[in-house]
């Protein structure tokens, strides 16, 4: 090993950004796509009409409505998750674990009947969400693999830095005028330089939002890996109670719900009813978190059978759990307001860039001379880059238009709008891999955009007769065509771009730029 | 508010350091920047990001204040970047916004 230092964290670099950028690229798109997770399911349901304001006693009664369904269809479940009405979302949603390994039950229920909601069945939102950290794996899978993505990420990071020797300068230099490769090594520089800050927060956030599952020996050895124990103790939830093993009836939940509301002055937002049906039940309602960086819900627990008040939980953290809280709070960004959002939004667009500049560099700085076939390799990555890059955002798109174009009340609706999302990623990935690179790029990346338009006209066409706030439709179908231009762009530049001569490039790639992409 | 005012300041510090680099100087002026003039636009640049600062955590404060600032100095900056791409010369009238948008704010 001759190389100097700078040399081997290019070569670090390098490699290390290509073996998890196809699964980073997928985690920045569904992860930024999260901060609007609730516009979107919103959006995936049209049905749904929003109310001024819910009092405490109809939220006390959805609560008995809730539990009612629950008694009836699921009375043999663990726990019980039943999320509270809002204005912005008047819907009882109710979840039920069973036992471990099953997936859970969930129903949506119309807060003033209890009735299941006459509303299309979606998972909105909450695919792209769960994507962002599961990848739609076993849950253990997923977020293991997305956890060493993500440390490999600050890996590349900060042997990106390392390797960028004029930080300074390159920050405002974005040349569009040169060769391909030069124009992308802008690119990839200016979207990590310009928003530094932000990929090193989110990054390091994200992974510190699993600690505990990547990380788990403190609590292993101190708590004999107990972790509700861990937590509890730290504040961060009520202490759990374990099941008497007798049984026993539980209490109405509404009296609950009106005295948890006394207690804390933050909107209601779920209850957690632990062991239903046993003498030592515990119904635990969760608040929202109150304006600040920091993650915190602040809890009331209520013994099950007789209603009354074991434990109130609000803030009081000490310094070790507030610095968790607060990380987690800075990677979800629930404090960020419209504004702010769009700025983090902006950034996570960046990361995508950033992200995607990078994989295309790879191809881009290894093209085969001119006349000279592609090797395996090089057809590989731009086989996956291609697959990845234009792939995901088609099959969003894909999940938004189907969603608008299956049958209201089809039944497993749900599933099949997932099944429309996986397979056009699909199909978009294996038709890239044939035509040649070029023409794999513009038509794929086209394609995005003419999906993108065709969900906000489906929008536009079919579900005009159920918005409740045209102008909020109109405003979300006129991000998606935003979308959709911003890919007709790409797509366009890529079919218009004219490079200069090969052999001269290589002649004349600058000291600095070839040191970074040779290596 | 806080995100305007800051993201202003910083968008005008921004460029006060990118136009001290000669490339970016020659989009505007026909040469390089003299060796004193470079020195006073990063002086001016420096103080005008650590005005910036001191404005976000003056009107948001310690904990609020850092985050603003950052999100709005990345947005400042995006938007120079893209603005040097492809209109330098738009940067004479958007500074001149900037200006205005910070007077306004510390006058009202």
């Known amino acids: 090993m001759k190389q100097g230092f700078r040399q081997s964290m290019a070569w670090l670099h390098t490699w290390s950004g290509l073996v998890v950028g196809w699964v980073l690229f997928a985690v920045f798109v569904t992860g930024t796509a999260t901060y609007y997770r609730t516009e979107i399911t919103r959006w995936m349901q049209p049905e749904l009409h929003r109310e001024a304001a819910i009092g405490p006693e109809a939220l006390a009664r959805s609560a008995d409505l809730a539990v009612a369904h629950l008694t009836a269809h699921a009375g043999e479940a663990r726990s019980w998750f039943v999320g509270l009405p809002t204005p912005e979302r008047p819907l009882v949603e109710l979840f039920w674990r069973t036992r471990p390994g099953t997936p859970p039950g969930h129903v949506l229920l119309d807060p003033r009947t209890g009735a299941p909601a006459a509303m299309r069945e979606t998972r909105g939102g909450d695919l792209l969400y769960r994507f962002h950290f599961e990848l739609h794996l076993p849950p253990l899978w997923g977020r293991w693999i997305v956890g060493i993505c993500a440390m490999v990420m600050l890996v590349a990071l900060v042997s990106g830095i390392v390797t960028h020797r004029r930080i300074f300068s390159d920050f405002f230099t974005l040349r569009r005028d040169k060769a391909a490769q030069r124009g992308w090594l802008d690119a990839h520089n200016v979207s990590g330089v310009l928003a530094l800050p932000f990929h090193l927060m989110i990054t390091y956030t994200g992974v510190v939002t699993l600690a505990i599952m990547y990380m788990p020996w403190g609590v292993t050895a101190a708590y004999k890996g107990d972790q509700a124990a861990y937590f509890a103790e730290t504040g961060q939830i009520t202490q759990p109670r374990p099941a008497a093993g007798q049984p026993g009836t539980l209490a109405p939940v509404g009296p609950m719900v009106v005295r948890a509301l006394a207690t804390i002055p933050e909107p209601l937002e779920r209850l957690v009813v632990a062991n239903p049906r046993d003498a030592n039940s515990t119904v635990v309602a969760v608040f929202e978190e109150p304006h600040g960086l920091s993650h915190e819900h602040p809890q009331v627990a209520f013994a099950g059978t007789s209603g009354e008040v074991v434990e109130v939980l609000s803030g009081g953290l000490r310094p070790a759990a507030k610095t968790f809280t607060t990380m987690v709070g800075l990677h979800e960004a629930h404090f960020a307001g419209p504004a702010l959002r769009i700025l983090f939004f902006l950034c996570g667009l960046m990361g995508c860039a950033l992200v995607g500049s990078g994989l295309v560099l790879w191809t881009v700085a290894r093209l085969p001379k001119a006349g000279a076939a592609a090797g395996l390799g090089w057809r590989l990555v731009h086989t996956l880059n291609l697959g990845t890059i234009a792939g995901l955002p088609a099959g969003i798109a894909a999940y938004l238009l189907a969603n608008r174009l299956l049958p209201a009340d089809l039944a497993g609706r749900s599933a099949r709008e997932v099944q429309a999302f996986f397979a056009v990623w699909l199909l978009v990935a294996v038709a890239g891999a044939w035509p040649a690179p070029r023409r794999a790029w513009r038509g794929a990346l086209a394609a995005v955009a003419g999906l993108f338009v065709a969900a906000a006209l489906a929008d536009l066409v079919l579900a005009r007769g159920l918005w409740d706030d045209p102008a909020w439709f109109l405003g979300f179908d006129a991000a998606l065509l935003a979308v959709a231009a911003g890919f007709a762009l790409i797509s366009h530049k890529v079919d218009r771009f004219r490079a200069p001569g090969r052999a001269r490039r290589q002649a004349a790639v600058p000291a600095g730029t070839a040191e970074m992409e040779r290596a | ?108």
């Open chain 2, 1 to 108: 508010m806080t995100l305007l005012v800051a993201g202003a300041l910083g968008f005008l510090g921004l460029a006060a350091l990118c136009l001290s680099l000669g490339r970016h100087h020659q989009a505007l002026w026909p040469n390089p920047p003299t060796r004193r003039r470079a020195i006073g636009l990063r002086v001016a640049g420096w103080a005008l990001i650590a005005l910036s600062l001191g404005a976000a955590l003056h009107i948001d404060g310690g904990v609020f204040g850092p985050v603003h600032w950052l999100g709005s100095l990345i947005g400042a900056d995006l938007l120079l970047v893209v603005t040097l791409s492809y209109r330098p010369r738009a940067l004479v009238w958007m500074a001149a916004l900037a200006v205005a948008i910070t007077l306004g704010a510390a006058l009202a």
